[in-house]
């Protein structure tokens, strides 16, 4: 079994790759999807992301609470998980924190990242015997975020990037819809 974690910018062409190396990887395709349609552009997004892939994988929208999956009938059934994406199911975390964010001291980040860091390593435990394709974005290249919960956010997506970058077996960065493999 492979893990695969596939990075780049908004718009960089992550998900169109994760797509084509799925499909060539597994014969039993299921999609977790991490996204909450919170407004309309979101739910656009989700719309379009639903219609680009093939319509026998089963798809699944969870971003927590990963142990779930193993009374899935589709997630036990399939050869190959390709979770999109990494960095909205981070940002979905620390909103479900409810953390007054501009009052948190160190300890409560600290806590706050420990939390994302076990949902992390929960879903690598559970998808363990399957290939598994990993997206994310890559948010350190940018501006530094000059509000707290930016930089919150920022530090630790960039952390989970490292772990997970460290525990897969390839890793590609995507740039104007050209993947480029990087490990």
């Known amino acids: ?10 718009r960089s ?11 060539k990887m597994g014969k039993e395709i299921v999609y977790i999807a991490t996204s909450i349609p919170f407004d309309e552009g979101m739910k ?11 319509k026998e994988w089963s798809t699944i ?5 990963f142990k779930k999956l193993l009374n899935n009938y589709s997630f ?4 190959t998980v390709l979770l999109d994406c990494i960095t909205v199911m981070i940002s979905n975390l620390l909103m479900d924190s409810n953390i007054d964010f501009d009052k948190a001291s160190s300890d409560d980040i ?5 939390s994302v860091f076990k949902e992390v390593k929960e879903l690598l435990k559970v998808i363990n015997n399957k290939n598994l394709i990993l997206v994310t974005n890559e948010v350190g290249m940018g501006l530094v975020p000059h509000y707290k919960l930016g930089s919150i956010f920022r530090d630790i997506q960039g952390r989970v990037n490292q ?10 960065l995507a ?7 990087v490990k």
């Open 163 to 172: 772990y997970l970058a460290k525990k897969a077996d390839d890793v590609y």
């Open 110 to 114: 600290d806590k706050l990242e420990e």
């Open 175 to 181: 740039v104007s819809g050209i993947p480029m493999k």
């Open 61 to 65: 929208e969870i971003y927590k609470d």
């Open 1 to 10: 079994m492979s893990t695969i974690l596939i990075t780049g910018g908004a």
């Open 44 to 54: 656009d997004r989700i719309k379009k992301h639903r219609e680009s892939r093939p």
């Open 76 to 79: 036990i059934n399939s050869d």
């Open 13 to 23: 062409g992550k998900s169109t790759y994760a797509e084509k190396i799925t499909a």
